[in-house]
C-alpha cells in the first residue's frame, strides 16, 4: 500500500499519522507539502490534525484552498482513499468531499479526551477490522467537532449507512451525555457515497500503539493495509 500525508502549515499530528502508518505498512508514507500540485501513485491519502493556518477564518477553510488540495480532490474522485482526521475531517468538508459543516463545540471550550465510539460500517476500507456495534476507545481533542448538517443530509447519512463511528456510553448506548461536542446525532466520523473518503473527529493514530495505552485505532490502519495492498 502506498500513502501520504499532506503537512499544512500548523499540522500537529502529522508525524503521529506517519509514524502509525509505518507501524502498519511496514515503511514510511510520502510526507506533501500543501504548495505542492502533484502526488505520486498513492492508495491512501491522509489530511491530517492540527491547526492549519492557526485556524484563522473557519477550521479548514484556508487549507481547503491549498495547491494540493485540487489533487487530493481529483485522487479522490478516481478511488483513492482519503482519510480527514480532526482537523483534516474540517479540511475536506471545507473542500468539498464530504457533506455537513463542523463547528465550534457545544459549551463552546476546547475538549481534550478519551471518548467512546460505536462502529456503524464494517464494509469499508477503513473498517474491515472492525465489527459493527463494536465500541472503541479513541482520544479527541478539538474545539470545533460539532457536526452539523441540513435534515436531508442527515436523513440520507443515517438511510445509506454512512455514520463511521458515533460518539457512545463504554457500553455503546448513544446518548446526550456521551456526546463530547453537541454533534448532531451523535455523529463522530462519516463516509463520502462511496466509502471511499472517512473524516472523524476522533484520532486513531494516538491509540494505535500499546505504549500509548491501548490499540483500538490500530485496527483502521491495519484494515487499509488488508484491503489495499
Known amino acids: 500500500m502506498k500513502a501520504a500525508v499532506i503537512v499544512f502549515p500548523g499540522s500537529n499530528c502529522d508525524r503521529d499519522i506517519a509514524v502509525a502508518l509505518e507501524q502498519s505498512i511496514g515503511r514510511p508514507p510520502v510526507m506533501v507539502w500543501h504548495r505542492d500540485t ?3 501513485d498513492l492508495d491512501l491519502i491522509v489530511v491530517p490534525g492540527g491547526f492549519s493556518y492557526g485556524d484563522y477564518l473557519r477550521c479548514g477553510a484556508m ?44 459549551d463552546l471550550k476546547y475538549v481534550c479526551k478519551d471518548v ?3 462502529v456503524g460500517d464494517s464494509q469499508s476500507a477503513f473498517t474491515t477490522k472492525y465489527k459493527v456495534g463494536e465500541v472503541l476507545r479513541i482520544p479527541i481533542g478539538h474545539g ?24 457512545c456510553t463504554p457500553k455503546g448506548a448513544i446518548t446526550d451525555d456521551a ?22 473527529m476522533p484520532h486513531p493514530e494516538r491509540l494505535a500503539d500499546i505504549t500509548l495505552g ?10 487499509l493495509v488488508e484491503t489495499l495492498s
Open 38 to 40: 502533484e502526488l505520486p
Open 63 to 106: 487549507a481547503a484552498h491549498s495547491p494540493v488540495m485540487r489533487e487530493v480532490k481529483r485522487r479522490a474522485e478516481k478511488g483513492a482513499r482519503v482519510l480527514g482526521i480532526c482537523n483534516g475531517f474540517q479540511i475536506i468538508t471545507e473542500a468539498g468531499l464530504l457533506p455537513g459543516v463542523l463547528m465550534r463545540n457545544r
Open 116 to 118: 467512546h465510539l460505536k
Open 214 to 223: 491501548g490499540t483500538d485505532g490500530r485496527a483502521m490502519f491495519e484494515s
Open 179 to 200: 456526546n463530547p461536542n453537541g454533534s448532531q446525532r451523535n455523529i463522530a466520523g462519516i463516509f463520502n457515497s462511496a466509502r471511499t473518503v472517512l473524516g472523524m
Open 144 to 167: 470545533d467537532g460539532n457536526y452539523f448538517a441540513d435534515t436531508k443530509t442527515l436523513d440520507q447519512l443515517d438511510g445509506d449507512g454512512l455514520v463511521a463511528f458515533r460518539y
